[in-house]
């Protein structure tokens, strides 16, 4: 089911926490949601904030992983931010999450591949983007996408990070022979940023397709990177704006697309396509709480 | 060309079709592009003098049979508005309304002015629920008839435009037949004389609380929020009612509470409305061309519009032949 019905946050013992790197931590916790890769849960710490999370793995009868990174001091824009005090959480501590809510990755499936044709689809990640990437290659290795050959492209910020995410990958075997990672310093992989992994993924033909998740700059990026590839169809995104009802009623999480068409975040995604988002508010603007629109700064 | 939903909510104020979004859905000018074929016009999230962040999350909880939200007035603020409004006005080819909201007569006067030259049509709100303790705006003004009149003359003294004043269901409820010096009539009667064009009810329904027995604690930041969506629909339907009966023929009215269905959208407009807005609803109905089916969308926005004008055609009549018919 792509969404269920509930609106009720259900309370999920974290069972394990794993850091990766300084600035981000995956938990893991009681299970029980049917998620598809691409959506998110809205995750609520009573007495201080709700908010969404992508699952990193979501199927009723595994557990439930959710990577948070903290905002860094310099982009935090309230008094308690929800990324620093969940940091503060234990073994044993609950999250009380709501969802699955949005659409899926798997609402844009790899193209042609059912034809017989050899078929590429490149998930690129930068940082915490990982994680329903991972969700996402699970799902890619399974029969039904047989002939899909999955490539895995990391943007780090330095070894600690690339490491961490490299333990804490769930990837199929396949996919750990075609994983390429980048970190910011040079600790680790090729100095650089995801997308100067592009260049070294080999030949992409025209049925490839990108999976794309990670902070806007790393979209618009590697979204733009792609298009010299492959048609935007075949360019698929994770966006992420600022939510308060994360379910397609307050506007706060607005995003014009191509032609200047609204969309919500929330219910009309969180997963586009590039051609949906081309040339509109991504990598551009987004809103403030108030639902001030402002420019990108990054 | 007119279509067969078409209504003429004042004589040059033409709602094609005649259902709108309610004020806090969609919210904000940039997200109506690509809503011009299912929205008669579109109404903007209420308007405050300076930039507002509202309540911190949570703020919603969607059920099936109900909405809740405690939002907080969260809002750019009048200048920011109007510089969104600069860039998308052109882009939406549909009438405009701004809500606006202030608790000094001369701020709502204010805001009223800076957005005049950009919008079609205002909406006075004198209803919401999620107010901060002591903020006398929102219910704290529609339920009193003096103070209606004050913000009301404001109004009019910086603007011509159609101005519809929002109401409580509070008030519906407190005294549904009229009878006392303060309910929905009497507060809509001190509107309407001092220059309002018509009248729009129901918002949510204030003081409800959704308790998370899993947190063992009530869900909203705020406590208390708003109750909107299907469960809310039969006090709309009345509130409409006995505005139509009590009011006369004459008074625009916008009907707003809980439209689920098509044939809700006839119900409200057989007890007397003229136009219609769909609020917690919206989130399930979808615009045509997704390149994919969500199942959480019961409905699409193409197929619901169909509906409404199946019936009317099968019952061989036209919206203004029905509107307020079951008003005696």
Known sequence: MRYQLKGYSEKKKITHIDEIGEDTRLFTLEGGFDAKPGQFVMAWLPELSEKPVSFMAGDPNRETKLAIKKVPEHKVESERPFSHEVFKLRKGDSMYLRGPYGNSFMDFPPKNYYNGAHNTAFLVAGGVGAAPLSFLSEELSTFDYLGVEVSFLLGARNKAEAEGWQEQLNLPISVKDNLFISTDDGTFGKKGVVTDLFDDIGDVTEDSSFYICGPEVVLQQASERAANYVPEDNIILSAERYMKCGDGICGGCGITGSDGVGYLVCRDGPVFTYAQLKGGDLGKYRRLKSGLRIPIQD | ?328
């Open chain 2, 1 to 328: 060309m007119a279509s067969k939903l078409s209504v003429n909510l004042t004589e040059n104020l033409v709602i094609d079709p005649l259902i709108m979004n309610a004020s806090g859905v969609l919210s904000y000018p940039a997200n109506f592009p690509g809503w011009e074929d299912y929205l008669g016009a579109f109404v903007l999230k209420s308007i405050g003098y300076e930039p507002r962040d509202g309540n911190e999350t949570p703020v919603y909880r969607g059920a099936p049979a109900y909405t809740i939200n405690a939002m907080g007035l969260n809002n750019p603020g009048r200048e920011a508005v109007v510089r969104e409004l600069e860039e998308y006005r052109d882009h939406l080819e549909k009438p405009l309304c701004a809500s606006i909201f202030a608790d000094t007569e001369e701020g709502f006067a204010g805001i009223a002015a800076e957005l005049d030259p950009y919008v079609d049509f205002f909406e006075g709100n004198y209803s919401c629920p999620n107010i901060r303790p002591g903020e006398e705006t929102g219910m704290e003004i529609g339920k009193d008839p003096e103070r209606v009149k004050s913000y009301v003359r404001a109004f009019r003294d910086v603007s011509e435009k159609p101005f519809f004043a929002k109401f409580s269901p509070a008030l519906h409820i407190y005294d549904h037949r009229n009878q006392s010096d303060i309910n929905l009539i009497k507060v809509s009667e001190s509107a309407l004389r001092a220059g309002a064009t018509g009248i729009c009810a129901i918002n949510t329904v204030p003081g409800g609380m959704e308790i998370s027995i899993e947190a063992r604690q009530p869900l909203l930041s705020a406590r208390y929020g708003g109750v909107g969506g299907p469960g809310i629909k039969p006090v709309g339907i009345g509130a409409i009612y006995s505005l139509r009966k009590n009011l006369g023929d004459d008074v625009p009215l916008i009907g707003v509470g809980g439209i689920t269905y098509p044939q809700d959208v006839l119900e409200y407009v057989m007890a007397g409305a003229d136009a219609v807005q769909i609020g917690s609803h919206l989130r399930r109905l979808e615009r045509e061309g997704t390149i994919y089916e969500i199942e959480s969308r019961v409905e699409t926005m193409g197929n619901f519009l169909e509906t409404i004008e199946d019936w009317l055609e099968r019952e061989g009549t036209a919206l203004e032949e029905i509107r307020g018919c079951a008003v005696e």
